[in-house]
């Protein structure tokens, strides 16, 4: 190692203006040019409301849950994949846990037994969080509405944003559902919950109608439970 | 005591008949096989004597249901050395006391069986290790595809901790085990199967695998379709990954033989064609997924396993009009004929099928000749071919344990008998050994489209026959009964339907490849590292549509 100053390295670390100044031509404000200039006009301010400027941030990086159910995942995963990349987009990152995901894309059939799981699931996802429902399984039932067993439809349990119909979507029309997700997103606007979902709740809650009676023995007081009112159901 | 019948040498009815002797209450025979009606206490000795005696060394089925006056399980044998061989044992009992004896201790797969015959339709097995619900929750009330269930009644499902199984018998000083909750909802789970693990430091000493988070009632779904046209579209979704014709041709075949229906020769050939382009991409999925799931390849592997599987739904997508839920079969043929020019369209294919060689040898090189993968695969997962066909075990995962046992040879149909191609064994019988399986039996699949392609080419413009001619409703005669299997990505696709004189069938039941796979789990699995759990679960390439239907 030399005693020498490290002139160089100040030399290679400092920005280097020659290349910009030829690029921008003479007589122009170095320090504030720039495209956003050019749109924004002599003001080298932007004003915006905080909230707009974060819901332009959340669309424009949003953090998918690797979640796959049923025949949609497939598709859901070409979508993911080569050829349609939806990472053009900026929806392109899978995480495998809920805790570091904002958006659940549900692909497929909810049946009784998972319902409960896909509630504790969307649950651990922080706010502000937002689901597109993928295929007609997840608005309707879809092909096995009438099956005895299956949830007729996402909604039923957790709100939804956006649905994507057909069985299955092509990848083209779930990357238009997440880029319609985004430009609400953008826009700051939310879904209303227009059914009341079913709940996780405990079972000593319920109100002890003839099944809880039958179920009592076999059930803590406080296990967590969902009860499917299957007569109620659309 | 041997007689030298478990070769797979002829068994005639007669010696059946003598083998059975009075134990026989009675005769029902199906279309694809006598069948003999025995007391429910005598399931044992009969199945082990058609075991021992006659070579019935497979059991490929098992179905339940309920009549007006009694329940019914019904046991559909086959051999391993030929499946054209079958017999049906027909259990009958009583309506208010739906008992019956297990078949547990004489085929291992009659465990899961006979639980889901208890979870679905209600009869009880005595016997057996360990009846508690399969696919449905515990807490269900009433089983629904028996007679009386009421389908609008409201029902409690339980989100519960799990308990360690094995903690009150292990007390050892010097280690603790562990309960580890695999999925449902886990990246290496391919769906929403859950596994609940047992460790003790790093070796799983228990697994048991708890399924029933897809089960969206296909049965039911078909037996309220109508022959003709509702019940095709529910094939496909039972193996999804692009599988759909190689499950369409399991109703097809058996709706067609039910009802007597002959398939012209012409839509044969397409049928094998477009069937065998669904397998080469099944089976791509397989490896791009294994190849995530054992070195957490998302990059190359995955990805390119998904490029070719574009590929392949573009041609798919040509012929059928769909990328993925096909619905091209029809009864007595397919649907339309292939797209218009056909030139084109054999064209794009062969450009496929030229291209399939370099890269199969771009995937031995990322693969299989890859360390790491042979370090996570060779030897572990160890599943023997006793064991594989005590557990019912078919297609990739049963021929990579030696089990030289394929549908399309043995118990021919389609087209597949004029055509040049192999049965791909392997004797490794280990996790490596199952994928190597897939990766060649991709390209005999090649093999056969190339071929079915050169007869497409040849074949006189005036007799393309599509589909044979079907009455517009199918109302096959009442109580005539079959049981037909095709081979289809995962292994031997079963349809076992009952007519009773209406348009739609009175019990239609699945026999389910991944269903008998995936319950070989623990086999593998016990006294292995965790790692290799994962790894073995991989390699059997279940998909979740296919085991809860
Ligand atoms: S919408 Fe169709 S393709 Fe999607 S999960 Fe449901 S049945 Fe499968």
């Known amino acids: 190692m030399s005693n020498e100053p490290r002139q160089k390295t100040y030399e290679t670390a400092a920005p280097s203006t020659d290349t910009r100044d030829a690029r921008m031509g003479e007589g122009m404000d170095d320090r504030f040019n720039s495209k956003l200039r050019e749109a924004f006009g002599a003001s080298p301010f932007i004003l915006t409301k905080f909230d707009e400027f974060m819901n332009w941030v959340r669309g424009s990086s949003m953090f998918m849950l690797q979640f796959g159910i049923a025949c949609c995942s497939i598709e859901m995963i070409h979508t993911y994949a080569i050829k349609h990349d939806l990472d053009r987009f900026g929806a392109g990152v899978p995480r495998a846990s809920p805790r570091q995901a904002d958006v659940i894309i549900v692909p497929g059939t909810i049946v009784s037994k998972f319902g409960p799981r896909m509630k504790r699931v969307y649950d651990q996802m922080p706010e502000p969080k937002f689901v597109v429902g993928m295929g007609s399984c997840t608005i309707s039932g879809g092909p096995f509405q009438e099956g005895y067993n299956v949830v007729k439809g996402a909604e039923e349990i957790i709100p939804v944003d956006i649905h994507v119909p057909g069985c299955p979507p092509r990848p083209e029309a779930l990357v238009y559902g997440v880029a319609k997700l985004q430009e609400r997103i953008k826009n700051g606007e939310s879904s209303p919950v227009v059914v009341k979902p079913y709940e996780l709740e405990e079972f000593g809650d319920l109100p002890r109608d003839e099944l809880v009676q039958q179920l009592a023995d076999r059930i803590d007081e406080e296990d967590l439970v969902m009860r499917y009112n299957w007569a109620d159901s659309p | ?549």
């Open chain 2, 1 to 549: 005591m041997s007689t030298g019948l478990e070769n797979g040498l002829e068994v005639s009815e007669d010696d059946l008949e003598t083998l059975i002797g009075d134990r026989a209450l009675d005769r029902e025979d199906h279309v694809n096989a006598p069948g003999f009606v025995v007391r429910p206490d005598q399931v044992q000795e009969v199945l082990t004597d058609l075991r021992d005696e006659a070579g019935f060394d497979h059991l490929s089925c098992l179905t339940a249901q309920q009549y007006e006056n009694r329940y019914e399980s019904i046991y559909h044998l086959k051999k391993y050395a030929d499946p054209t061989q079958e017999v049906s044992v027909v259990v009958p009992t009583a309506v208010d006391e739906p008992v019956s004896q297990s078949a547990a201790p004489v085929f291992r797969t009659a465990d899961w069986h006979e639980r889901e015959a208890y979870d679905l339709v209600g009869i009880e097995y005595d016997d057996h290790p360990d009846l508690r619900r399969i696919l449905l929750p515990d807490t269900w009330q009433g089983h629904p595809l028996s007679l009386e269930y009421d389908q609008e009644q409201p029902q409690v499902v339980t989100l519960s901790e799990h308990e360690n199984p094995v903690q009150p018998d292990h007390h050892d000083t010097e280690s603790d085990t562990m309960f580890l909750n695999i999925g449902p909802h886990h990246p290496a789970t391919h769906g929403v199967l859950h596994v609940k693990a047992v460790l003790d430091g790093e070796t799983v000493v228990d697994v048991d695998p708890d399924i029933g988070y897809l089960h969206r009632c296909e049965e039911q779904m078909c037996q309220s379709g109508t022959y003709r046209h509702q019940i095709m579209p529910y094939p496909d979704r039972w193996d999804y990954v692009s599988a759909g014709l190689l499950n369409e041709w399991a109703y097809a075949r058996a709706a067609e033989d039910l009802a007597d229906i002959e398939v012209p020769e012409y839509a044969q050939v397409i049928r094998t064609m477009s069937a065998e382009l669904c397998r080469i991409a099944a089976h791509m999925l397989a490896l791009g997924t294994f190849a995530l799931d054992v070195f957490g390849d998302f990059t190359a592997v995955f990805q390119y396993a998904f490029r070719d599987r574009e590929v392949v739904q573009d041609i798919l997508e040509d012929l059928t009009g769909q990328r993925l839920m096909f619905n091209y079969f029809r009864l007595g043929g397919v649907a339309w004929d292939l797209p218009e020019p056909r030139e084109e369209f054999f064209e794009k294919t062969r450009e496929f099928l030229d291209d399939l060689p370099a890269k199969a040898e771009e995937y031995h090189n990322l693969i299989t000749a890859n360390e790491i993968f042979q370090v996570r695969c060779v030897d572990t997962g160890i599943l023997e071919p006793e064991v594989a066909k005590q557990y019912g075990c078919t297609g990739p995962v049963a021929r990579g344990s030696g089990v030289d046992y394929d549908l399309r040879r043995d118990d021919p149909y389609g087209y597949y008998p004029e055509l040049e191609w192999n049965v791909v064994t392997e004797d490794g019988m280990d996790n490596y050994s199952r994928v190597l399986v897939r990766m060649q039996e991709v390209k005999e699949s090649a093999k056969i489209i190339e071929q079915c392609i050169d007869v497409l080419e040849e074949w006189p413009e005036d007799d393309r026959e599509i589909q044979a001619n079907v009455p517009r409703t199918l109302k096959p005669d009442a109580d005539t009964e079959v049981y037909r299997a095709v081979e289809a990505a995962k292994g031997e696709l079963g349809i076992y339907m009952r007519a009773d004189g209406t348009d739609t069938p009175a019990r239609f039941k699945i026999r389910s490849p991944c269903f008998h796979n995936l319950s070989t789990l623990a086999e593998m699995a016990q006294g292995e590292y965790i790692p290799d759990l994962i790894a073995s679960l991989g390699s059997l390439d279940i998909v979740l549509g296919e085991v809860d239907r």
